[in-house]
């Protein structure tokens, strides 16, 4: 993707098209003497409908190369992690802060027909439209990929979301410590940090040192593994809305408008009281009724998985993320796949990668040597690449053109 917006931008800067027979150049990453100060995306249009942390620091990376990012916030509250504090330098989040760097922001509510409309119209005039909204959000508001396209369909429309695209569990919220239980990681290091960029945002910005939180959050609360009778839950609430949705859960309607506990900022100052009344709730239920309860919610939430869980989530086996293979000598065996596919959105038959067969038993030592020996268009002597393997004193040579 990088590659592609480079030469956009290279493009635009020109002022030059690519037409009828013409070459593309090799984007080398190095500037030239003419264009020593331009950043390799600078001129490169984003618009950011992104919010909290996997969407923002993947524009404000691409703000960091160049391109000019227009994030899109909601009128009035604007991004959930302006909230996520302490701490804050002044009525900032140092959160917020440190994923959202060389990036403008405006206020639309894209909820409003007028407010869909600017959307298209700037859509219109950007290169890359980026959205991390829970699938099939943005369509009903008339700003999927289908709508985006219609209007723009030169745009690259990037979608981030938790579990997919499709499947059981792709209308759920993904945060990062979610993803570390169900991944099963939780169960294996116990308690971690997903993503460091705002610990170290904390200790720049407002030399706030770091310290151990086990599966919790510093600055949201609540966000954490919760034990439950059989096992954990991790849950997080990353604003107002949502905490009140995880009292109701509960059956704990009475926090909800408890004045210690009113905004994230309050809920974080008076932790301990608030986990310990929540821990207590968890504890009286098994991990599988309070999936069954917490289902469709919209707040983020997972069991810490171990890996007999893992491979039986019915998300895992809709992505195909199991592949099993034959292998020449111990015979069928199952590995991890990848769910990377190259589809055609549209089409009536869509071939991906992720529908070809595993190929069998790869690699043994020196297995292809003959057959490239033999059967390789690229046979020739103006080359000799040697391939040596000490296993077995086995030596394998043969000859590339080049």
């Not at 709730?281 to 309860?293: D, I, K």
Request: charged share 20%.
């Amino acid at each position: 993707m990088l590659a592609t917006l480079a030469r956009v931008a290279t493009v635009r800067r020109s002022g030059l098209r690519p037409g009828p027979g013409s070459r593309r150049g090799l984007w080398t990453g190095r500037p030239q003497a003419d264009t020593d100060n331009v950043k390799p995306l600078e001129g490169v249009k984003i618009l950011d409908l992104t919010r909290v942390l996997a969407g923002p620091f993947a524009t404000m990376n691409l703000g960091d190369l160049g391109a000019e990012v227009i994030k899109v916030e909601r009128p009035g509250a604007g991004d959930d992690t302006r909230t996520w504090g302490p701490p804050f330098v002044g009525t900032e989040s140092t959160y917020f802060l440190s994923v959202n760097r060389n990036k403008k922001s405006i206020a639309v509510n894209i909820k409003d027909p007028n407010g869909v409309k600017i959307i298209k119209e700037l859509a219109a005039i950007c290169d890359v439209f980026v959205e991390n909204y829970v699938p099939g959000k943005l369509s009903a508001l008339g700003l999927g990929y289908a709508d985006i396209d219609r209007i723009a369909p030169h745009v690259v429309y990037c979608s981030i979301t938790g579990y997919g695209q499709t499947g059981p569990l792709s209308q759920r919220a993904g945060y990062d410590a979610v993803a570390s239980a169900v991944s099963g990681l939780m169960h294996i290091t116990g308690p971690e940090v997903a993503c460091l960029t705002q610990v170290a945002g904390n200790y720049l910005i407002a030399r706030k040192e770091a310290k151990r939180w086990g599966t919790a959050h510093g600055s949201i609360v609540p966000y954490q593994a919760f034990k439950t009778k059989d096992g954990y839950l991790v849950v997080g609430a990353g604003n107002n809305m949502q905490f009140a949705t995880v009292c109701k859960i509960l059956n704990l309607p009475e926090l909800i408008d408890d004045c210690k506990y009113k905004t994230n900022h309050l809920r974080v100052q008076n932790r301990k009281e608030l986990i310990r009344i929540l821990s207590a709730r968890f504890e009286e239920a098994m991990t599988s009724e309070w999936l069954h309860r917490f289902e469709g919610s919209g707040v983020p939430y997972g069991p810490i998985n171990n890996m007999k869980n893992v491979f039986a989530e019915p998300q895992v086996l809709h992505n195909d993320l199991i592949m099993e293979m034959k292998h020449p000598t111990v015979g069928k065996i199952s590995v991890p796949g990848t769910k990377v596919s190259c589809q055609l959105l549209g089409c009536e038959q869509q071939d991906s990668w992720d529908s070809q067969p595993a190929h069998p038993g790869r690699p043994q030592i020196g297995a292809e040597c003959s057959s490239w020996e033999t059967s390789s268009p690229c046979w020739g002597w103006r080359r000799i690449l040697l391939c040596y393997s000490n296993f077995r004193g086995s030596l394998c040579l043969w000859k590339l053109k080049v």
